[in-house]
């Protein structure tokens, strides 16, 4: 009977420990993959996507700081898996905006640059 209880006692700190270090584990995960998508620079052609993975990871860290470890991991694994999609995302987003029109060295307004012929690109 006592083996029994000390086993159980024993699974018990095990599983609890589980928690803290899934949540941990995915946070790190999310955070290494948002570093790298801002290395690489894959943030600026998929902004909404770092963006909403930046507000996950800040959701997973504060809710591992209140012991709310699951919901932590979920948030932690959705930051990973949106700034995992900045891979693929990125070079579509660039052609894109390639395909539609280059902006202006230094213009954030992202508006098409005329021809450098001077026509206005319009039916005549």
Same mark, same amino acid.
């Given at each position: 009977?006592?083996?029994?209880?000390?086993?159980?006692?024993?699974?018990?700190?095990?599983?609890?420990?589980?928690?803290?270090?899934?949540?941990?584990?995915?946070?790190?995960?999310?955070?290494?993959?948002?570093?790298?998508?801002?290395?690489?620079?894959?943030?600026? @052609?998929?902004?909404? @996507?770092?963006?909403?993975?930046?507000?996950?990871?800040?959701?997973?860290?504060?809710?591992?700081?209140?012991? @709310?470890?699951?919901?932590?991991? @979920?948030?932690?694994?959705?930051?990973?898996?949106?700034?995992?999609?900045?891979?693929?995302?990125?070079?579509?987003?660039?052609?894109?905006?390639?395909?539609?029109?280059?902006?202006?060295?230094?213009?954030?307004?992202?508006?098409?640059?005329?021809?450098?012929?001077?026509?206005?690109?319009?039916?005549?």
């Amino acid at each position: 009977m006592r083996m029994v209880v000390l086993g159980l006692g024993l699974a018990a700190f095990f599983c609890a420990g589980c928690g803290p270090i899934q949540a941990s584990s995915a946070i790190t995960r999310a955070d290494d993959s948002l570093r790298e998508a801002r290395t690489r620079g894959w943030d600026k @052609e998929c902004p909404y @996507e770092i963006t909403a993975a930046d507000g996950y990871l800040t959701a997973a860290r504060d809710l591992a700081g209140r012991a @709310e470890f699951d919901v932590a991991r @979920e948030f932690a694994d959705k930051a990973a898996q949106l700034a995992s999609s900045t891979r693929d995302l990125a070079p579509r987003n660039a052609r894109l905006r390639e395909s539609r029109g280059k902006a202006a060295p230094g213009d954030p307004s992202g508006k098409a640059v005329p021809p450098a012929d001077g026509r206005s690109g319009g039916t005549r």
